[in-house]
C-alpha cells in the first residue's frame, strides 16, 4: 500500500505542480483496520482550482488509479472544500477522525463541520444502503456464497454508518470496529453478534460454510433496522 501511495503522490504533485493544495488518504486506509483484500484507498485532492483544464490533467492518474481497483479520488477546489461541509458531513467528520496527509497542507485539521444536515444524511444512508442490501440479496438467496460474500462487501459501509450514529448519540466512536459494534450494542441495544459474524467472515477467521447466510442476514437486517430506528428518534 505505502508503495502505491508514494507514486500517486509522485503523479499528482508532477501534474499539478503549484495548483496541488493538499492529498490526503482517508478512511480505513488511513488506519489500522485497513484490509487489502477488501478496503478501499480513499483520496481526497484539494487544487487551487478545478477547471476543465485541470479535469483533463488528471484523466491519466484517474484511469490509473482506478485500475489499481481503487475509486476516483475526490477532487476539490479550495473555496468548495470550505462551501461544502453542509453537504458532505459524513465524509468530513470521517477525514477528520481517519486521515493521513500525503502532500501539501492539513486542510481539514481547521475545518468547521456545519452539521445542519448530518442526522439526516446519515438516516438517508443508512436506509438506502439497507434497501439496496435486501435488493441484491434477494437474488442470492439460494447461493449461500454468493450471499456470505453479499454480507462482507455490504460491511464497511454499515461500520462507517455505525461510527457516524454514534457520534449523533452524542457518544465517541471507538479506533477499532469489533469495539464500534459492541458500543452500538451498548448505546442502541442493537444485537452485536450478527456484525460481528460478518466481521469474522471478512478476516477468514471463520467460513461462510461455518454460518448460515440466510439466518445471518436476517440479524443483520434486524440491528441495522435497530439502528436506524434509534437515528430517527433523535431530536430533528
Known amino acids: 500500500m505505502q508503495q502505491l501511495l508514494e507514486q500517486l503522490t509522485r503523479r499528482v504533485a508532477k501534474i499539478f505542480g503549484e495548483r496541488l493544495v493538499s492529498l490526503i488518504l482517508y478512511g480505513s486506509g488511513a488506519s489500522d483496520e485497513y484490509n487489502g483484500t477488501f478496503s478501499d484507498l480513499n483520496i481526497l485532492c484539494v487544487l487551487s482550482r478545478v477547471t476543465v483544464s485541470e479535469l483533463r490533467d488528471s484523466e ?5 488509479w482506478r485500475k489499481q481497483g481503487n475509486p476516483a ?9 470550505r462551501a461544502s461541509t453542509d453537504c458532505f458531513p459524513i465524509e468530513f467528520h470521517d477525514m477528520k477522525e481517519r486521515r493521513k496527509v500525503l502532500a501539501g497542507l492539513d486542510v481539514i485539521e481547521p475545518l468547521e463541520i456545519d452539521d445542519s444536515f448530518y442526522r439526516a444524511q446519515v438516516e438517508y444512508q443508512l436506509r438506502a444502503k439497507l434497501l ?3 435488493q441484491k ?4 438467496m439460494d447461493d449461500k456464497e454468493l450471499l456470505s460474500r453479499l454480507l462482507i462487501e455490504s460491511f464497511p459501509t454499515f461500520i462507517l454508518l455505525f461510527r457516524h450514529a454514534l457520534y449523533l448519540g452524542g457518544f465517541s466512536a471507538p479506533s477499532s470496529r469489533s ?6 450494542e451498548r448505546r442502541f441495544a ?3 453478534q450478527p456484525m460481528l459474524t460478518v ?13 448460515d447466510p440466510p439466518a445471518l442476514l436476517g440479524r443483520y437486517i434486524a440491528q441495522i433496522s435497530r439502528v ?3 437515528i430517527d428518534s433523535l431530536e430533528k
Request: with cysteine; charged share 30%.
Open 228 to 230: 436506524i430506528g434509534c
Open 137 to 140: 440479496a434477494a437474488g442470492v
Open 199 to 211: 466481521l469474522a467472515l471478512r478476516q477468514k477467521r471463520i467460513r461462510p460454510r461455518d454460518v
Open 73 to 81: 479520488p475526490l477532487l476539490l477546489s479550495q473555496e468548495e472544500l
Open 179 to 184: 469495539a464500534v459494534i459492541d458500543e452500538v
Open 132 to 134: 439496496r442490501l435486501r
Open 190 to 192: 442493537a444485537e452485536s
Open 60 to 64: 491519466p492518474i484517474f484511469h490509473w
